[in-house]
């Protein structure tokens, strides 16, 4: 089976779109994983995250998109990603 994975944001419905990945995974046959991230995390991470990026640039998948990658590294080696 494939491997897929979202985050689920649970400050409402308005900023969830995993109920989409689910539809998806479900639909596609996929393994399906989720995390939900924390404000707490976001505070610890992002100075790395800024580390990481080789420019300044900044963009609200910023965050969302590394903390699913955390999440991916734990199941595979590599990932095809799409955000939007």
Do not use: C, R, W
Request: proline content about 6%; overall charge neutral.
């Amino acid at each position: 089976k494939i491997n897929s994975f979202t985050e689920k944001f649970s400050e409402g419905a308005m900023y969830d779109e995993s109920h989409y990945a689910k539809l998806v995974a479900k639909s596609s046959g996929a393994n399906i994983h989720e995390i939900i991230p924390t404000a707490q995390q976001f505070v610890d991470k992002m100075p790395y995250i800024v580390k990481l990026l080789d420019e300044p640039v900044a963009g609200p998948g910023v965050f969302p998109q590394y903390i699913v990658s955390l999440l991916a590294s734990k199941h595979v080696k590599v990932i095809l990603g799409g955000q939007g």
